[in-house]
T-cell receptor, first 114, second 112 residues
């Protein structure tokens, strides 16, 4: 295990639902990330948090709302999603600081939007 | 804008041979480059990091080169094994602290 856990592992939701993805890291890291991975596409960085502060929002639609209450936890709140939002959502963490630190990924949440 | 290209087609090799994967990039001069391995249904796992002032990095059966003139990194697995079968992703320094830009990955299949 990488020390990064994600729940749930699978999620099916309708376009009118509201749900949240949870990520927790047990590595003492200061930076956390949300990525979206779709078939045949590269990993897309969505959000970056450093020391609980959002430092990157990669033009993500407002139907995705991140929350970082502390350095160990990261949430992604979902509402009124579209079918094209179906993908694997990956959380990662790193030590922060110098910026070239390796990232540790969780197993991901497979999201299906009906 | 920055662009990263990895072999889009799967790479099939025989067990015991050396696998060589390519990562090319344009419109950018990254300070470092990382390689990750991803198995089906799992998140990527970090393998190696190489900085712009380093030509080559090794770790056990893995070797990475970084040619900033050609704008290319090569990832080698020597004495490949079926257990090496996975998708390999290259990721470049995204120009901001803690930001990485990933390629689409290359699927490697090592046949016994």
């Amino acid at each position: 295990e990488t020390g990064v856990t994600q729940t749930p592992r699978h999620l099916v939701m309708g376009m009118t639902n509201k749900k949240s993805l949870k990520c927790e890291q047990h590595l003492g890291h200061n930076a956390m990330y949300w990525y979206k991975q779709s078939a045949k596409k590269p990993l897309e960085l969505m959000f970056v948090y450093n020391f609980k502060e959002q430092t990157e929002n990669n033009s993500v639609p407002s139907r995705f709302s991140p929350e970082c209450p502390n350095s160990s936890h990261l949430f992604l709140h979902l509402h009124t999603l579209q079918p094209e939002d179906s993908a694997l959502y990956l959380c990662a963490s790193s030590g922060g600081g110098a910026g070239d630190n390796e990232q540790f990924f969780g197993p991901g949440t497979r999201l299906t939007v009906l | 804008s920055q662009k990263i290209e990895q072999n889009s087609e799967a790479l099939n090799i025989q067990e015991g041979k050396t696998a060589t994967l390519t990562c090319n990039y344009t419109n950018y001069s990254p300070a470092y480059l990382q390689w990750y391995r991803q198995d089906p249904g799992r998140g990527p796992v970090f393998l190696l990091l190489i900085r712009e002032n380093e030509k080559e990095k090794r770790k056990e059966r893995l070797k990475v080169t970084f040619d900033t003139t050609l704008k290319q990194s090569l990832f080698h697995i020597t004495a490949s094994q079926p257990a090496d079968s996975a998708t390999y992703l290259c990721a470049l320094d995204g120009g901001a602290t803690n930001k990485l830009i990933f390629g689409t990955g290359t699927l490697l299949a090592v046949q016994p």
